[in-house]
């Protein structure tokens, strides 16, 4: 057996937790001498058995060797103690997160089987959460929600996207868009000739009058949310529908209800006449947008959604706000928390649907459109909250962003928000100015900058991985794995 395949085979084998042969179902219990005094000691990584674990070429995480192989934390972690940075604490929850990493990683197969039949014909990508994101995120919640957590089973309950699917709308025609101005009615009229080509007219950029943007802007964004619904209805409907087969398989509505709820006569027939449908079991809704933005489910498609709870009478998050608020005039204060929660100043714009696979495992779908943009916007989020995902090429990102100033910090999310929309725009068949980074901010913070390192980033990183092992560092000098 060559070096490279042992070290492989070694470092599988500790993934799996097989260091040992015993597998501790109660460790609190069992190890509550040994920890005692320990869990409120706040040191460095040179604390027994505590060390750094290199998931990544770039990224390192925190573990505890000797408590490795137990399937639970030995001790119980706590918001107050992660935030001081105690080392005990933040290396036991690195170990949930290798477990839980684990876990999601043999159900992918077929997590990957399911989402992907059910949205067959779509361009689907399905992907598992990996250890630094789950500890990343476990961090951040137990933290800012002041919780704790004694099993992994607790931690499990906060990981709601440990299987990421994400589905790509196709954008809209030049067709789409005429097919829209014939149809669509706006206080009740069609729109005249004269407002089809104004409308067409700032679509395409063209300069107009003062009077004429004023007649197009004023029935820009009513065809915009039309515009946004034709792109989406497709995989609305997947959802819809799905959504309804799993409530009749579970006895939980009948037909007869559901005509009682108020869902569309067009939905309940194919329904009824189209046996190709697959059950999805929703738990949440997260409709994104940034506060000028276009989300992708319109109102008329949250409320077939809502009409599936109550016939059901089994009720799931819906996170929205409303196309008909004029968030300019009113701004977010007087929003209820669900629409405020919806609003994103970034401009993040996606619609997130949580759902419940056949194994009970969770899954976070996310829809979106071609806009290259979500790929690397959350650079800045990520480099704001100084999380552990981001490897060297981003550090010199991140220093620039952490040093904004609180005064600049807002104009740079205007940024971020605005060539959020612009991207959108584009996936609509609109075309809009891109944002210019704002004089005075250092280039590196520029979106264009941004897409350069995540290109560089993909690109190292799939050069380093061709030799990488995962390992754990003890300190820099040496490096090991069992």
Known sequence: MSLITKIISGTRTFLRGKTVAKTVTNPVAENSLRYRGIETAIGSYEKPGVAQYRVKPDITMPMNIHTRHYNN?????????????????????????????????????????????????????????????????????????????????????????????????????????????????????????????????????????????????????????????????????????????????????????????????????????????KPVRMTEINNYKGIDGVSYFSDRQIRQFERLQMATGERFDIITCSENIDLAKYGLEGLSKNAQDAIKPSGYTTAQVNVTLKDGSFAEIQIRGSGPFGEYEHLKYDSVLDKNTLGEIFQPYKKAVQSLSKTQMPVYDSYISRTYDYYRMKELGIQVPKPQLPAGFDPILSEESMKRLHHLNEVDQARKMQTFVPHIEQDAQRSFII
């Open 73 to 277: 934390p030995a001790f119980e972690i706590k918001p107050d103690l992660l935030k001081v940075k105690n080392s005990f604490q933040q290396a036991e929850l690195g170990n949930t997160a290798l477990r839980l990493a684990e876990s999601y990683e043999k159900a992918l197969p077929s997590a990957e089987r399911e989402i992907k039949e059910v949205f067959d014909g779509f361009n689907v990508s399905v992907r598992a959460k990996g250890a630094n994101s789950v500890f990343s995120k476990l961090e951040r919640v137990l933290i800012k929600k002041k919780k704790s957590i004694k099993t992994d089973e607790e931690a499990r309950q906060i990981i709601q996207d440990a299987i990421g699917g994400r589905i790509q709308l196709q954008d809209i025609t030049r067709k789409d868009i005429i097919d829209t101005l014939n149809t669509i009615k706006i206080d009740g009229n069609g729109l005249s000739n004269r407002e089809k080509h104004l409308v067409m007219s700032l679509f395409s950029g063209r300069q107009l009058s003062k009077k004429e943007l004023a007649i197009a802007n004023r029935l820009a964004k009513p065809i915009k949310i039309a515009l946004a619904e034709k792109q989406s209805e497709p995989v609305f409907r997947r959802f819809i529908l799905g959504g309804l087969r799993d409530a009749l398989d579970r006895n939980v509505t009948t037909i007869e209800k559901l005509e009682q709820a108020g869902i569309s006569k067009d939905l309940i027939k194919e329904l009824q006449t189209n046996p190709k449908i």
